[in-house]
C-alpha cells in the first residue's frame, strides 16, 4: 500500500463516489418503491417482511451519505485521538459490511448462491453494481490503511 497522500486522497474520493453512487441509487429504488439493489430485485416475498418500502430505501441512502462522509473524513483524519480511530475504526467496519455485500451479490450472480435469490435478470445492470461495490471497497481499503497509519504514528 502505498503512503502517498496523493492516492490516499484519490482512494478516499473513490469511496465516497461509491458511498454515493449507493445513495443514488436508493433513491431510485425508494422512488421507484423496489427492494434490492440496481440488477438485483429482491424476491416477492421481501416485500412482505416490509411495512413501508420507501423508508426502508430512504434509511439505506441517509446510511450511504453517512459512509460517504465517514470516507471523506479519512482525507484528514479529525484531530482528537477518539474521533480519529472512531473514523477509522466505523470504516473498517463499513469496508467488511460493503465488502460482504458485494461477495454476496457477486455469488448470486454467478449463481453459486441459489439461497440468496436468483441470478439477475439484467446482468449488465448487476455487473455494474459489482464493479462499484468493487471499487468502493478497494477505495475505502487503501485510504483506511493509510488513515490508520496515520492515526499510529501520532
Same mark, same amino acid.
Given at each position: 500500500m502505498t503512503r502517498s497522500p496523493r492516492n490516499r486522497r484519490i482512494s478516499a474520493l473513490t469511496a465516497c @463516489? &461509491? @458511498? *454515493? @453512487?449507493? !445513495?443514488v441509487s436508493k433513491v431510485d429504488l425508494a422512488r421507484d418503491g423496489e427492494l434490492g439493489m440496481p440488477g438485483f430485485p429482491a424476491p416477492p416475498d421481501a416485500y412482505a417482511q416490509v411495512t413501508d418500502v420507501t423508508a426502508a430505501? =430512504?434509511?439505506? +441512502?441517509? =446510511? &450511504? *451519505?453517512l459512509m460517504a462522509v465517514v470516507a471523506l473524513l479519512l482525507l %484528514? /483524519? /479529525?484531530? !482528537? %485521538? #477518539? *474521533? %480519529? #480511530?472512531? $473514523?477509522v475504526g466505523v470504516s473498517w467496519l463499513g469496508i467488511v459490511m460493503v465488502g460482504a455485500g458485494v461477495v454476496g451479490f &457477486? +455469488? %448470486?450472480a454467478a449463481g453459486v448462491a441459489p439461497s440468496l435469490g436468483d441470478?439477475?435478470?439484467d446482468m449488465a445492470t448487476a455487473l455494474a453494481a459489482l $464493479? $462499484? &461495490? @468493487? *471499487? #468502493? $471497497?478497494a477505495g475505502w481499503s487503501v485510504a483506511a490503511v493509510g488513515a490508520t497509519r496515520s492515526a499510529r504514528a501520532r
Open positions: @463516489a &461509491g @458511498a *454515493l @453512487a449507493y !445513495t430505501q =430512504l434509511g439505506n +441512502a441517509a =446510511l &450511504g *451519505l %484528514r /483524519p /479529525p484531530g !482528537t %485521538r #477518539w *474521533l %480519529r #480511530w472512531s $473514523v &457477486g +455469488a %448470486r441470478t439477475p435478470p $464493479v $462499484v &461495490g @468493487a *471499487l #468502493w $471497497v
